[in-house]
């Protein structure tokens, strides 16, 4: 697998669901804290950061070589770091920054050790999409930005800042004195065959359910059908949910159609939004059903507190080929009870 994470900051409520999504954040709250704008499309959302002591921090697994692509639109200049990378004992591999220039600066650790500096200045108060490519290693390793799918730019040498690890498993947004928003990110590590490389300008669009699907074997609350009961536009807990205590249970779902698509596909990421309700080991499955088969994803442990479950699918299982628009409106996507 490459393609990792996506998100379009559209099918959650900000600031409050955050935690659900993210593995950390901190909200200063107020008209100053982490706050919903309209996205760089309309219709859409997008994640604003006011004040420098405000993040969402995703953490993920150990990789050498990470690419993340984000939509941001900066209200204005000023030196300051907005994005990290860090190992798994918290301390920062990679920073990025934007200087009173408005240049993108990459730096070596916790901005201690300027590698590069972007030659074209970041657009301000408009959207632009930036992707970072980060390979650590004591030498050739390799920290580059892109603005717009063109290079701005590059450093080739030392990008390892720890003692002993080359590697990243955490991503940090940080607030900075001057606002700014994000939408529609991607992250890819560098394995795999597909999706390990730059993806370019990308959006993120929330597909949910509007129908039943082939199976209906959880017990609807709060509504008459099970699909009725995941429909809503932000999750509302304990009001409408489906629910089960019996292994291999399913649930899947007809979701509301992608709009055509001219570009790419690079995959589908699966958010199931779960917990369980007493003591004992509880985990899930997401199930994607095309053309008649079913393909399950990893088990993923439930807690007792609610939380986005994800699976990305990074290729149309049933053909072993990208998807296409056409394969995903036909789809059916939904969960199962493992164990």
């Given at each position: 697998?490459?393609?990792?994470?996506?998100?379009?900051?559209?099918?959650?409520?900000?600031?409050?669901?955050?935690?659900?999504?993210?593995?950390?954040?901190?909200?200063?709250?107020?008209?100053?804290?982490?706050?919903?704008?309209?996205?760089?499309?309309?219709?859409?959302?997008?994640?604003?950061?006011?004040?420098?002591?405000?993040?969402?921090?995703?953490?993920?697994?150990?990789?050498?070589?990470?690419?993340?692509?984000?939509?941001?639109?900066?209200?204005?200049?000023?030196?300051?770091?907005?994005?990290?990378?860090?190992?798994?004992?918290?301390?920062?591999?990679?920073?990025?920054?934007?200087?009173?220039?408005?240049?993108?600066?990459?730096?070596?650790?916790?901005?201690?050790?300027?590698?590069?500096?972007a030659n074209t200045a970041i657009p301000i108060n408009t959207w632009a999409?930036?992707?970072?490519?980060?390979?650590?290693?004591?030498?050739?390793?390799?920290?580059?930005?892109?603005?717009?799918?063109?290079?701005?730019?590059?450093?080739?040498?030392?990008?390892?800042?720890?003692?002993?690890?080359?590697?990243?498993?955490?991503?940090?947004?940080?607030?900075?004195?001057?606002?700014?928003?994000?939408?529609?990110?991607?992250?890819?590590?560098?394995?795999g065959t597909i999706n390990n490389g730059y993806l370019g300008d990308c959006?993120?669009?929330?597909?949910k359910p509007v129908g039943s699907g082939t199976y209906a074997e959880f017990?609807?609350?709060?509504?008459?059908?099970?699909?009725?009961?995941?429909?809503?536009?932000?999750?509302?807990?304990?009001?409408?949910?489906?629910?089960?205590?019996?292994?291999?249970?399913?649930?899947?779902?007809?979701?509301?159609?992608?709009?055509?698509?001219?570009?790419?596909?690079?995959?589908?990421?699966?958010?199931?939004?779960?917990?369980?309700?007493?003591?004992?080991?509880?985990?899930?499955?997401?199930?994607?059903?095309?053309?008649?088969?079913?393909?399950?994803?990893?088990?993923?442990?439930?807690?007792?507190?609610?939380?986005?479950?994800?699976?990305?699918?990074?290729?149309?299982?049933?053909?072993?080929?990208?998807?296409?628009?056409?394969?995903?409106?036909?789809?059916?996507?939904?969960?199962?009870?493992?164990?």
């Open positions: 697998m490459a393609l990792r994470f996506m998100d379009g900051f559209d099918h959650y409520t900000i600031p409050a669901d955050l935690p659900r999504k993210y593995t950390a954040y901190n909200d200063s709250g107020s008209s100053i804290g982490l706050s919903a704008v309209t996205g760089r499309r309309a219709g859409s959302n997008a994640l604003t950061l006011r004040i420098s002591i405000d993040y969402i921090s995703l953490t993920l697994d150990d990789q050498g070589t990470w690419i993340m692509g984000f939509a941001i639109n900066f209200s204005g200049t000023e030196t300051a770091e907005f994005l990290k990378f860090f190992d798994n004992t918290n301390n920062a591999q990679a920073t990025v920054a934007l200087n009173s220039a408005g240049l993108l600066q990459l730096y070596r650790g916790s901005s201690s050790t300027l590698l590069a500096t999409y930036v992707e970072v490519k980060l390979s650590i290693a004591a030498s050739g390793g390799v920290f580059e930005a892109r603005i717009n799918e063109q290079v701005v730019a590059t450093y080739t040498g030392n990008t390892k800042q720890s003692s002993t690890l080359a590697t990243a498993c955490r991503f940090q947004f940080i607030g900075r004195s001057t606002k700014y928003a994000i939408d529609d990110i991607y992250l890819c590590d560098g394995t959006r993120v669009d929330a597909l017990t609807p609350q709060g509504a008459a059908s099970n699909w009725d009961c995941v429909d809503e536009a932000t999750y509302d807990a304990d009001a409408t949910y489906n629910a089960t205590n019996v292994v291999g249970k399913r649930d899947s779902f007809d979701c509301s159609n992608l709009t055509s698509i001219t570009g790419a596909i690079y995959g589908v990421q699966l958010a199931t939004m779960a917990r369980k309700d007493d003591a004992g080991t509880r985990a899930l499955r997401s199930l994607t059903r095309v053309g008649g088969s079913d393909y399950e994803g990893a088990t993923q442990p439930v807690t007792t507190d609610y939380r986005y479950y994800t699976q990305v699918v990074e290729q149309n299982p049933n053909a072993a080929a990208a998807w296409t628009d056409t394969a995903i409106n036909a789809a059916e996507f939904g969960y199962k009870v493992q164990a």
